[in-house]
């Protein structure tokens, strides 16, 4: 299947994030913290007259705090809620071929919840991501 994706870094690793699931891109400039929520939630912002949670891409996929929290965001909604998924940085949009994940792919902690294909970029393999995967309550929800 052919489709749009755009390119970014999540702690260290390109990744893949079909179009579809992309609402905007942005800059998060103040978080409020959230009393009592789950690690992967930040905080609330305030972004063009609403409020979005801000999801900590490195809690969600299991993985040690960033060094330096990441300001860009890709926001996407999910049932009526908009939600600011951090990324490290944002290279490119792009068309590109999904190609099915390849059973000698290891994919280690959140990754492997995240993962659902692979695109190929310059001859390397570029892991597709889901962000719904990365939100608190909404796989279980799906499941």
Same mark, same amino acid.
């Given at each position: 299947?052919?489709?749009?994706?755009?390119?970014?870094?999540?702690?260290?690793?390109?990744?893949?994030?079909?179009?579809?699931?992309?609402?905007?891109?942005?800059?998060?400039? @103040? &978080?409020?913290?959230?009393?009592?929520?789950?690690?992967?939630?930040?905080? !609330?912002?305030? *972004?063009? /007259?609403?409020? =979005?949670?801000?999801?900590?891409?490195?809690?969600?996929?299991?993985?040690?705090?960033?060094?330096?929290?990441?300001?860009?965001?890709?926001?996407?909604?999910?049932?009526?809620?908009?939600? @600011? &998924?951090?990324?490290?940085?944002?290279?490119?949009?792009?068309?590109?071929? !999904?190609?099915? *994940?390849? /059973?000698?792919? =290891?994919?280690?902690?959140?990754?492997?919840?995240?993962?659902c294909g692979v695109i190929e970029r310059g001859g390397e393999a570029v892991l597709v991501i889901d962000l719904r995967?990365?939100?608190?309550?909404? &796989?279980?929800?799906?499941?």
């Amino acid at each position: 299947m052919s489709g749009l994706f755009l390119i970014a870094q999540i702690a260290g690793r390109t990744v893949a994030i079909e179009s579809s699931q992309v609402e905007s891109v942005v800059d998060i400039t @103040a &978080v409020v913290p959230v009393p009592r929520t789950v690690p992967q939630v930040l905080g !609330l912002a305030a *972004l063009r /007259s609403r409020v =979005v949670t801000v999801i900590d891409t490195h809690a969600a996929l299991n993985l040690p705090p960033a060094e330096r929290q990441p300001t860009r965001a890709v926001i996407t909604p999910v049932d009526g809620h908009h939600y @600011a &998924v951090l990324v490290d940085t944002l290279e490119d949009v792009a068309p590109f071929d !999904l190609l099915p *994940l390849a /059973s000698g792919i =290891v994919l280690d902690g959140g990754w492997s919840d995240t993962g659902c294909g692979v695109i190929e970029r310059g001859g390397e393999a570029v892991l597709v991501i889901d962000l719904r995967a990365l939100l608190p309550g909404i &796989v279980t929800l799906a499941a």
